[in-house]
C-alpha cells in the first residue's frame, strides 16, 4: 500500500513536468486508432510502473498496457510511466474526434421501451451484474492479439449512435448489431473467461468474455448460451447462437466491448475484416 501511494504522488509530480520530459526522447509508446470509443495498446520497459490520470494500470510483466478512451471523450489522457531502473515520463493522449449517427427503431416491444414499473427492480439488479463482472482485472493478455468478428451478418446498427426507440429518445448504442437468423453460432473473437452468463430481461441471453487487464466483451440477445460463468474460452469457440431475445425487433446480436466500465467499439480493435453478410 504505501509504494502504490507513493507511486501515485511521484506520477502526479511528473504530469505536471511533463513540458520538460517532451524535450527527450521518451521510452514507452502508445498505439491504436486513438479516437473516441477505441482501445489503446501501451508499450514500456519490462517491471515499469504505469500510471493514467494519476491512478495505477495493470501492466504486464514484459511492459505491455492498455485503457480506452470514451465515447465522448475531448479531454486528454495521461499516461505516467515510471522505469525500473529510476526516472520516469509523463504525456497526454488526446483522442480524435467522431461524428456518431442518429437512428430510429420501430417495432421494439413496448414493454422493453417503457418496462412496467413490476420489472424495473429486475432491471436495475441485471445492470448491477453487468456492472460488476465489468470490475474484473485479471492478469489476462487475451486481448493483445486482436479480436475477430464473432458472427457473419448484415451490419444493422453501429456503435454510438443516438437511438429514438419506437419514437422515444434513448440512449446511445454503445455496440455493433449484426442481423443474422436465429441459431446463427456466435463464437469467441479471442482466447478468455466468461465472467458472466445469463438471462436478462433487456438485454436477452448474455454473455461477458474477460480478455484480460479490464478488456471484455458482450454478446447480447442470444437465443442460446453455450458457456456459464467461469468457464475459459479459445477464439474461434462457439460461445452461443443469436436471437431476438430482450429488447430487439428481429434476430441479431449485439457486440460490445469495455474497458472496465469504458464504452468501446469493437470494431475499432478487430485484426480480421467483417464476414460478408448472409
Do not use: C
Amino acid at each position: 500500500m504505501m509504494r502504490r501511494r507513493f507511486f501515485i504522488g511521484a506520477s502526479l509530480g511528473l504530469a505536471a513536468g511533463s513540458a520538460g520530459a517532451q524535450e527527450r526522447p521518451v521510452r514507452f509508446s502508445v498505439t491504436g486508432s486513438m479516437e473516441q470509443g477505441s482501445l489503446a495498446m501501451g508499450s514500456a520497459p519490462p517491471g515499469s510502473l504505469v500510471a493514467l490520470d494519476g491512478r495505477p494500470l495493470h501492466a504486464l510483466a514484459d511492459g505491455r498496457f492498455a485503457f480506452g478512451f470514451a465515447p465522448n471523450q475531448t479531454s486528454p489522457s495521461v499516461v505516467t510511466v515510471r522505469y525500473p531502473d529510476g526516472g520516469g515520463d509523463s504525456r497526454p493522449f488526446t483522442p480524435t474526434l467522431r461524428k456518431y449517427d442518429i437512428q430510429r427503431v420501430d417495432g421494439l416491444p413496448q414493454n422493453t421501451v417503457t418496462p412496467p414499473p413490476e420489472v424495473r427492480e429486475r432491471i436495475a439488479k441485471e445492470a448491477e451484474e453487468i456492472y460488476l463482472a465489468r470490475l474484473v482485472d485479471s492478469g489476462g493478455s487475451d486481448f493483445l492479439f486482436g479480436l475477430d468478428w464473432p458472427a457473419p451478418g448484415r451490419e444493422s446498427g453501429v456503435f454510438g449512435s443516438q437511438r429514438i426507440n419506437n419514437g422515444i429518445p434513448g440512449a446511445q448504442h454503445y455496440g455493433v448489431d449484426m442481423a443474422a437468423p436465429t441459431g446463427t453460432p456466435i463464437r469467441a473473437p479471442a482466447d478468455g473467461v466468461i465472467s458472466l452468463s445469463a438471462d436478462h430481461y433487456l438485454s436477452g441471453g448474455i454473455t461477458l468474455i474477460d480478455h484480460g487487464q479490464g478488456v471484455s466483451t458482450a454478446y447480447l440477445h442470444q437465443s442460446q448460451r453455450l458457456v456459464a460463468s467461469g468457464d475459459r474460452v479459445k477464439r474461434g469457440q462457439r460461445i452461443g447462437l443469436i436471437g431476438a431475445t430482450g429488447r430487439a425487433t428481429g434476430p441479431h446480436l449485439h457486440w460490445a466491448m469495455n474497458w472496465f466500465q469504458v464504452r468501446l467499439d469493437p470494431s475499432r480493435s478487430t485484426r480480421k475484416p467483417k464476414p460478408e453478410p448472409l
